[in-house]
């Protein structure tokens, strides 16, 4: 069983910074794509940021600029850097994990950190 354990929500001013660790219980090695999707109330769940196992990450146009996805593979994280951060960013942030086998691909999600910023 997969699990993804999301970390360093929390209450920021705008402008502020933040950090979202996602800790896997296995290498992220075996994951074909990793991300951050986020869900603010009364929306729609959005994708932030993915990192592919290779290639080139890919960010939402609202957050262009200002977030930065990574890769540890040393630690098996997913982390996102959050810088300059705005009212609309506030949401419940969910880490994201895609593997493909066989033809197949099997979706993994965190439980979610909140992050919200005050103006």
């Known amino acids: 069983q997969v699990q993804l354990v999301e970390s360093g929500g929390g209450l920021v001013q705008a402008g502020g910074s933040l950090m979202l660790s996602c800790a896997a219980s296995k290498s992220i090695f075996d994951f074909n794509a990793m991300g951050w999707y986020r869900q603010a109330p009364g929306k729609q769940r959005e994708l932030v940021a993915t990192v592919p196992q290779s290639g080139i990450s890919n960010y939402a146009d609202s957050v262009k600029g200002r977030f930065t996805i990574s890769r540890d593979t040393a630690k098996n994280t997913v982390n996102l850097q959050m810088s300059s951060l705005k009212p609309e960013d506030t949401a419940v942030y969910y880490c994201?994990?895609?593997?493909?086998?066989?033809?197949?691909?099997?979706?993994?999600w965190g439980q979610g950190t909140q992050v919200t910023i005050s103006s």
């Open positions: 994201h994990a895609a593997q493909k086998w066989l033809g197949v691909v099997r979706d993994y």
